[in-house]
T-cell receptor
Framework: NAGVTQTPKFRILKIGQSMTLQCTQD?????MYWYRQDPGMGLKLIYY???????DKGEVPNGYNVSRSTTEDFPLRLELAAPSQTSVYFC?????????????FGEGSWLTVV | KNEVEQSPQNLTAQEGEFITINCSYSVGISALHWLQQHPGGGIVSLFMLSSGKKKHGRLIATINIQEKHSSLHITASHPRDSAVYICAVAWNAGGTSYGKLTFGQGTILTVHP
């Protein structure tokens, strides 16, 4: 099993450009998440999904969009990139959020907006 | 507001020392996770707790539900334990907090040889 795979690893964007961070998992997990990690701060939830076709906003959704057409894939779309979106992005998944279920993270995507 | 606080923020130890990292949270939870993040960024789940105590090798995690507090202990610390340790909680069901994780700010651990 590959676990959680996210791409790209590194990306530099110009202000106003758009891009999609890809995330896929091969563990048949229902729950998937996108987080951002800013220096010295805890991870903040951007969007999450509890199953195919179901998504919801997290703490910091502005400037982002997601879709969940399949169980495996949960892409994060950045529209009109801004310097405030410079961050490290993590995709994660778990079978559920109840006791006994581990959360698995991707390797992270370093995004710089200039 | 549901909050998670970790202490200390930074911790330096000599190889072989016993390490304790603390995590406190504000309201009832369904699960608490301890995560490890190495330089280069990858995050790995160490433990998931809803009650009691778990042990894996030199790592021990405990949780006190009544006191809303968890600790991560590292026995016989080693330089390879140097990493950021993160506490994250899944709040109890209900309202908009259902099923989502809230993270502490992390504890930076450095173990010197």
């Amino acid at each position: 099993n590959a676990g959680v795979t996210q791409t790209p690893k590194f990306r530099i964007l110009k202000i106003g450009q758009s891009m999609t961070l890809q995330c896929t998992q091969d563990m048949n997990h229902n729950y998937m998440y996108w987080y951002r990690q800013d220096p010295g701060m805890g991870l903040k939830l951007i969007y999450y999904s509890v199953g195919a076709g179901i998504t919801d906003k997290g703490e910091v959704p502005n400037g982002y969009n997601v879709s969940r057409s399949t169980t495996e894939d949960f892409p994060l779309r950045l529209e009109l990139a801004a310097p405030s979106q410079t961050s490290v992005y993590f995709c994660a998944s778990s079978y559920s959020m109840w006791a006994g279920n581990t959360i698995y993270f991707g390797e992270g995507s370093w995004l710089t907006v200039v | 507001k549901n909050e998670v606080e970790q202490s200390p923020q930074n911790l330096t130890a000599q190889e072989g020392e016993f390490i304790t990292i603390n995590c406190s949270y504000s309201v009832g939870i369904s699960a608490l996770h301890w995560l490890q993040q190495h330089p280069g960024g990858g995050i790995v789940s160490l433990f998931m707790l809803s009650s009691g105590k778990k042990k894996h090798g030199r790592l021990i995690a405990t949780i006190n539900i009544q006191e809303k507090h968890s600790s991560l202990h590292i026995t016989a610390s080693h330089p390879r334990d140097s990493a950021v340790y993160i506490c994250a909680v899944a709040w109890n069901a209900g309202g908009t907090s259902y099923g989502k994780l809230t993270f502490g700010q992390g504890t930076i651990l450095t173990v010197h040889p």
